[in-house]
C-alpha cells in the first residue's frame, strides 16, 4: 500500500505511536554498533532514525514505495541511501545487511510473503529480518477505539482485523513460510499521553491510511456521529492509548 500523504500527516496520525516502539524494536532485533541495517517501508523515517543513532548513517539504508516519504527521509536524515523500492523488489545485492527490518509494513505489503523472502535475500546468513505489526486483530492496536466505534455507526467498514501479520502467531508463521530459523516472538507495549480529545481526533482527520480513507469517505452527519462515538468510548482527558505490537525475528 502506498500513502499518499505528506510526511508531516503520517507523522500527527501514526509516528506518535510508531515513535515509541522503534526502540525496542530495535532492541528485540538485536541492533548494535558494527552492523549494517536496512530499514524497509520506512516512511518519514521514524525507525531509520533510531538505526542511525546506534549504527551511523553510512551503515544504514532505506527503502519505502512513497514518494513523498522517500522526498522527506531523504531531507531529513542526510547521509542515508533512501531508495524508492517496494518491499517485494529491495534494489540491493544479495546478503547485504546484517539485519533488515520492517515497523509497522508487512500487513501492507500486497505480498508479505514475496516481501519477506526480498528482506531474507538482502540479509546476510547469520543475519537477522525483523518485523512488527500492531494487534489490529486483537483490537489492541493504537485504532482499537476508531475502529470499534466504525463498527458501531453502521456502513460498509473495512478495517485492518484480517491483514497479514495482526493476529497472534501470524507473522511467526510468514517467517517460517520463507526458511528463516531460530524464529523468536514477543509483544512490544506502547503508550502515548493525549492531552485532549481534539489531540486524539485530528489526525485522523488528514486522510492517512485505511482510517484515513474512511473518514474521508463519509458524509458530514456520519463522521459526526463517528467523531462522536468515539468521544464517548474514550476516557475524560488528559488519557493515555496503550497498544501493544506483534514482533518476531528470525536469523537467515
Do not use: K
Not at 229 to 236: K, N, T, V
Request: proline letters at 7%; hydrophobic letters at 45%.
Amino acid at each position: 500500500m502506498t500513502f499518499a500523504v505528506g510526511a508531516d500527516a503520517y507523522e500527527a496520525f501514526m509516528g506518535r505511536y510508531s515513535r515509541g516502539l522503534s526502540a525496542p524494536f530495535a532492541d528485540f532485533a538485536g541492533i548494535v554498533a558494527g552492523q549494517r541495517a536496512l530499514d524497509v517501508g520506512c516512511g518519514p523515517g521514524i525507525l531509520t532514525e533510531e538505526l542511525i543513532a546506534r549504527l551511523g548513517a553510512d551503515a544504514v539504508a532505506a527503502v519505502d514505495p512513497s514518494p513523498s516519504f522517500v522526498e522527506a527521509a531523504r531531507a531529513r536524515l542526510p547521509g542515508v541511501t533512501v531508495a524508492e523500492a517496494s518491499a517485494e523488489a529491495l534494489p540491493f545485492p544479495d546478503e547485504a545487511f546484517d539485519a533488515t527490518l520492517a515497523q509497522l509494513v508487512v500487513h501492507f505489503m500486497p505480498d508479505p510473503v514475496a516481501g519477506l523472502q526480498e528482506m531474507r535475500r538482502v540479509t546476510r546468513p547469520g543475519g537477522v529480518v525483523a518485523a512488527s505489526v500492531w494487534d489490529h486483530a486483537g483490537g489492541r492496536g493504537p485504532l482499537g477505539v476508531f475502529w470499534r466505534a466504525a463498527n458501531e455507526i453502521g456502513g460498509e467498514v473495512v478495517d485492518e482485523s484480517r491483514m497479514p501479520g495482526t493476529r497472534e502467531g501470524h507473522l511467526a508463521e510468514l517467517f517460517e513460510a520463507v526458511g528463516l530459523r531460530e524464529i523468536a516472538t514477543t509483544v512490544l507495549t506502547v503508550s502515548r499521553e493525549h492531552p485532549s480529545f481534539d489531540d486524539w481526533w485530528e489526525p485522523y482527520t488528514l486522510g492517512v491510511g485505511p482510517a484515513g480513507a474512511f473518514v474521508a469517505s463519509l458524509d458530514e452527519r456520519r463522521r459526526t456521529g463517528l467523531r462522536e462515538r468515539c468521544h464517548a468510548m474514550l476516557p475524560e482527558a488528559p488519557f493515555s492509548v496503550t497498544a501493544r505490537a506483534w514482533t518476531a525475528r528470525g536469523r537467515v
